[in-house]
């Protein structure tokens, strides 16, 4: 049964990752696959639900090209076709043009005989594990949100459809996707598992310690918005700033998912934004001084002056390096001169805490140095 089959894979892949590494939506999601591989009852009943959840997600521009296993040279022949399809997916109500040309492709597969997101999941593995890359990673990680959304928790399903529709636009138009063009960061609240899921981020930070009822909150490269809305549920004013507005849309689709009214979303460039001095009781900066995606150009000496000029004296700013084992050469994503850098921030800020975090990925992610630092 396709059901059982496609639940044992994910358990497979699941097994090999830490415990350390699992995440609530995690937990909750191996506990429907275990069901379904131990109950062939539940299989049974489930079958044609999973039939229709299949179809569904190949019928959205979103998922289409995300998770076709596009190495297949007889799906890579089909790109033309599948462009239409796309199209016709979204415009035309002709679901049995769309689907019969699912089960054509489907047909063309490597994997004749399995449907086409079982071919998907398939795809994303070695003979052991998951291949160590982002887009099988990502393919994976965005299978197992739809699982999870459509058998698990479907409160926020047509919200998890309009988010995954930005980041398809975001692959189609914008010059750099974190992840694979997966979700960067994780909400538990939105059951999005996120290479980085926020709400356990936020207490392995221990952000309640730092943010209180009146705190004015900036966070700079604030992304998806999932950790700026959990950062929202308890500070007075989160104001996130990011550059990219296809990130900016999902973090407003966001915002009203959850009610927030607290939370400003801002698409400008760091290096450009403008606010009164003084403005912010925190700051936040995880992993955004030199972005891999080589879009904030601004040096390392004025970020953080800059970030000292918005706090209020005795703000906090909350930090988390990129890689600290890089070769310290100044290169995007390189923190291998943390110590100077660190240096640099305390002729402005106060070391409050230091502490390596763990990474939720932990093949293709790394752990970082977060830092907490008062302004002098
Ligand atoms: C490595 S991600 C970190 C995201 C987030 N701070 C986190 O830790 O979850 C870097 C983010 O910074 C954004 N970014 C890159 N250049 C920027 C700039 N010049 N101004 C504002 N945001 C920028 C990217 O689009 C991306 O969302």
């Not at 998922?63 to 016709?88: C, G, K, M, T, W």
């Not at 305390?346 to 805490?353: A, C, I, K, S």
Request: proline letters at 4%.
């Amino acid at each position: 049964m396709v059901i059982t089959q496609c639940a044992d894979h994910i358990l497979r892949a699941f097994a090999s990752w830490p415990e350390a590494a699992l995440c609530a939506r995690d937990t909750r999601l191996l506990a429907f696959c275990r069901e379904v591989t131990q109950k062939p009852a539940l299989a049974n009943e489930l079958g044609s639900a999973w039939r229709s959840f299949e179809d569904d997600l190949f019928l959205q521009p979103g998922f289409l090209d995300f998770l076709l296993p596009l190495e297949d040279e007889a799906v890579r022949a089909a790109q033309a076709d599948l462009a239409r399809l796309q199209i016709a997916g979204v415009a035309t109500p002709d679901r049995a043009e769309a689907q019969a040309f699912l089960r054509g492709l489907a047909a063309q597969t490597a994997d004749p005989g399995r449907s086409l997101l079982e071919s998907s999941l398939v795809s994303c593995f070695r003979r052991r594990g998951l291949r160590p890359r982002w887009p099988f990673y990502a393919r994976f990680l965005l299978i197992t949100d739809a699982v999870y959304q459509r058998f698990v928790d479907d409160v926020h399903a047509a919200v998890f459809a309009r988010l995954v529709h930005q980041q398809f636009l975001q692959r189609r138009h914008w010059p750099t996707s974190y992840c694979g063009g997966y979700f960067y960061q994780g909400s538990a609240a939105l059951g999005i598992r996120g290479v980085k899921p926020s709400e356990e981020r936020y207490e392995a930070y221990q952000l309640d310690r730092y943010l209180t009822s009146d705190s004015r909150v900036l966070d700079i490269g604030g992304n998806a918005g999932f950790l700026a809305a959990k950062m929202a549920q308890r500070a007075a004013q989160v104001d996130m700033i990011e550059l990219n507005p296809f990130l900016v849309r999902v973090a407003d689709e966001v915002k009203s998912a959850l009610s927030l009214n607290n939370l400003r979303t801002i698409v400008d460039d760091f290096q450009f934004f403008d606010s009164p001095a003084g403005q912010y009781d925190v700051v936040v900066s995880l992993s955004n001084h030199a972005t891999i995606d080589t879009r904030l150009s601004i040096d390392f000496h004025a970020y953080i002056d800059k970030i000292a000029r918005l706090l209020a004296p005795g703000g906090l700013l909350i930090f988390e390096s990129h890689n600290i084992n890089g070769p310290g050469r100044g290169l995007p994503g390189d923190d291998g001169d943390i110590e100077d850098k660190i240096a640099y921030m305390q002729t402005r800020f106060e070391v409050l805490d230091r502490y390596m975090v763990d990474c939720w990925v932990p093949a293709l992610d790394i752990d970082k140095l977060f830092l907490v630092l008062r302004k002098a």
